[in-house]
């Protein structure tokens, strides 16, 4: 579970991030990342449509992310910003499916970062 700290709450951070942030897609998720360089702990937001299946399997992806992210939270530098939009294949996806997934696109994502 993401503590309140580590989460995307506000539609314009969620905006921001997915206009001008960097993306990563695969067959599951699409990971958009936005470094903002601020002193603050990064955080994390989910985009879950109702083409990902009903309110139940929904929430199941949904929790299934926040796991992967809180496992993940420590590789991530300080001060960014991810927005991890579900795909509807992540509906019959397990849960390691979509870890490698998402850890796959953020790995990819810091060492674009890093580059630039």
Not at 50 to 64: C, D, F, H, S
């Given at each position: 579970?993401?503590?309140?700290?580590?989460?995307?709450?506000?539609?314009?951070?969620?905006?921001?991030?997915?206009?001008?942030?960097?993306?990563?897609?695969?067959?599951?998720?699409?990971?958009?990342?936005?470094?903002?360089?601020?002193?603050?702990?990064?955080?994390?937001?989910?985009?879950?449509?109702?083409?990902?299946?009903?309110?139940?399997?929904?929430?199941?992806?949904?929790?299934?992310?926040?796991?992967?992210?809180a496992r993940v939270i420590a590789d991530v530098p300080e001060g960014t910003d991810v927005v991890?939009?579900?795909?509807?294949?992540?509906?019959?996806?397990?849960?390691?499916?979509l870890d490698a997934d998402v850890t796959r696109c953020l790995a990819r994502l810091s060492r674009?970062?890093?580059?630039?």
């Amino acid at each position: 579970m993401l503590a309140r700290p580590f989460r995307l709450t506000r539609g314009t951070d969620y905006r921001s991030v997915v206009r001008r942030g960097v993306r990563c897609g695969g067959a599951r998720v699409v990971t958009s990342m936005l470094v903002t360089g601020e002193a603050r702990e990064p955080r994390f937001g989910f985009i879950i449509s109702k083409q990902v299946g009903t309110a139940v399997i929904r929430n199941t992806v949904r929790r299934r992310l926040k796991a992967v992210c809180a496992r993940v939270i420590a590789d991530v530098p300080e001060g960014t910003d991810v927005v991890i939009r579900a795909l509807p294949a992540s509906a019959t996806a397990s849960f390691a499916e979509l870890d490698a997934d998402v850890t796959r696109c953020l790995a990819r994502l810091s060492r674009e970062r890093a580059s630039v």
